[in-house]
């Protein structure tokens, strides 16, 4: 199979730049698409960053590390750990060193830069929401610039994470009824709001569910 060069180089880089590195270089590119941003906030998940630089940039200026560490629940992506100002990163993902791999992570790292931004240790519904919705904005990007890279994907990061989230937010229904069963599965058992995220009418439904667990 004739390898492009694009992917030549790539390849190329990951045995000279540790993938950590290369997720936060391809973070700084990610812009959102103002579409996007507008579908976004009509599902009431408020603005967190203008775009990756933002994100790569707040992560620096606050001297925020990005490590793999190795997760008591496989299942975890990724996490912001404020009391070492730390962002961790399933250490199963090491494995992912191709090009797809390291977007994904990129978009992890966003979804997390996101909880750090607060300044605080706790999160919300609320936050939960705008945090995933960076997610979905990045990897929206990533399939615009690199047509058909995230296809043949099937690691957990991908099957359970970004192309997951893509689908659950721009699922042809209105009410959003898998994403809200979802979220309520995965988060419910925070409180809707915190100080910074009020909750929004989304989040206020995903509380009625009942369905945690």
């Not at 494995?95 to 791999?101: Q, W, Y």
Request: hydrophobic share 40%.
């Amino acid at each position: 199979m004739k390898i492009s060069p694009i992917m030549t180089n790539f390849q190329a880089g990951v045995s000279s730049q540790s993938i950590i590195a290369r997720a936060l270089f391809e973070l700084k590119k990610i812009e959102f698409d103002n579409n996007d941003l507008i579908y976004m906030r009509c599902l009431g998940a408020k603005d967190v960053f203008e775009n990756g630089k933002e994100a790569a940039d707040f992560i620096k200026s606050q001297g925020i590390k990005v490590e793999f560490e190795k997760f008591e629940d496989p299942q975890i992506h990724a996490r912001w750990d404020y009391d070492k100002n730390t962002i961790f990163i399933n250490s199963s993902y090491s494995k992912l060193n191709d090009l797809a791999g390291v977007l994904a992570i990129s978009e992890a790292i966003l979804h997390e830069a996101g909880h750090a931004k607060d300044l605080d240790p706790g999160s919300s519904l609320q936050e939960e929401l705008e945090c995933l919705a960076l997610n979905v904005l990045a990897h929206r990007y990533h399939k615009k610039i690199y047509p058909g890279i995230f296809e043949n994907q099937s690691a957990n990061l991908f099957d359970e994470g970004v192309k997951l989230y893509e689908n659950l937010f721009f699922q042809f229904d209105l009410n959003k009824t898998q994403l809200k069963e979802r979220m309520n599965k995965m988060y419910g058992f925070l409180s809707a709001e915190c100080l910074k995220h009020p909750s929004s009418k989304f989040v206020q439904e995903i509380t009625k569910l009942n369905i945690t667990g």
